[in-house]
T-cell receptor, first 115, second 115 residues
Framework: GENVEQHPSTLSVQEGDSAVIKCTYS??????FPWYKQELGKRPQLIID?????GEKKDQRIAVTLNKTAKHFSLHITETQPEDSAVYFC??????????????FGKGTHLIIQP | GAVVSQHPSWVICKSGTSVKIECRSL??????MFWYRQFPKQSLMLMAT?????????EQGVEKDKFLINHASLTLSTLTVTSAHPEDSSFYIC???????????FGSGTRLTVV
């Protein structure tokens, strides 16, 4: 099955600086890579995702890059704000349209934005 | 957007009793539902996958007789933790996907405490 590694486990950055979280996956067939933000005791919220037919996707301060050859993908957050503080999870899956398989998650990154 | 409702949000039960958790898709037909478990400061681990009208598929190491899953309709899946023990205390989250839903939508989670 799929195996997803995520680094770092904790990331502390100054407010206004950029944050980068990296993930690698093992199954070269995986084609859908979402990123979730989870606040304590709450559900994971999808913040951005990318499919294997593109290399980069951006949504305001958030971007995701994908390198299929190296089997890694990264989350980039620019101009960080205090409300960005949370745990971020990457995930990977082979999505066949019907979404028949569950997501494999990385272990999570606790992002701390220092004021 | 797609909305998944999960109840109860928290429950405390005595050791040896059973607890039922409900997951409902409110505005789309959930052809597939997933159940995850999340221990404190850890990632989400897939427990089982259920398709409407079919038996659930359990991940390795998850006891199917202990965690009973029913997905009798396209909008409702239930997880029953039978003969609960303190080690079953965890955060249980459902997720659903369907033909008219984008990606994987998560329920709000259920905090189970077994005393």
């Amino acid at each position: 099955g799929e195996n997803v590694e995520q680094h770092p486990s904790t990331l502390s950055v100054q407010e206004g600086d950029s944050a980068v979280i990296k993930c690698t996956y093992s199954d070269s067939a995986s084609n859908y890579f979402p990123w979730y933000k989870q606040e304590l005791g709450k559900r994971p919220q999808l913040i951005i995702d990318i499919r294997s037919n593109v290399g980069e996707k951006k949504d305001q301060r958030i971007a995701v890059t994908l390198n299929k050859t190296a089997k890694h993908f990264s989350l980039h957050i620019t101009e960080t704000q205090p409300e960005d503080s949370a745990v971020y999870f990457c995930a990977a899956i082979l999505s066949s349209g019907g979404g028949a398989d569950g997501l494999t998650f990385g272990k999570g990154t606790h992002l701390i934005i220092q004021p | 957007g797609a909305v998944v409702s999960q109840h109860p949000s928290w429950v405390i039960c005595k050791s040896g009793t059973s607890v039922k958790i409900e997951c409902r898709s409110l505005d789309f037909q959930a052809t597939t539902m997933f159940w995850y478990r999340q221990f404190p400061k850890q990632s989400l681990m897939l427990m089982a996958t259920s398709n409407e009208g079919s038996k659930a598929t359990y991940e390795q190491g998850v006891e199917k007789d202990k965690f009973l899953i029913n997905h009798a309709s396209l909008t409702l899946s239930t997880l029953t933790v039978t003969s609960a023990h303190p080690e079953d205390s965890s955060f249980y989250i459902c997720s659903a996907t369907g033909l008219k839903a984008y990606g994987y939508t998560f329920g709000s989670g259920t905090r189970l405490t077994v005393v």
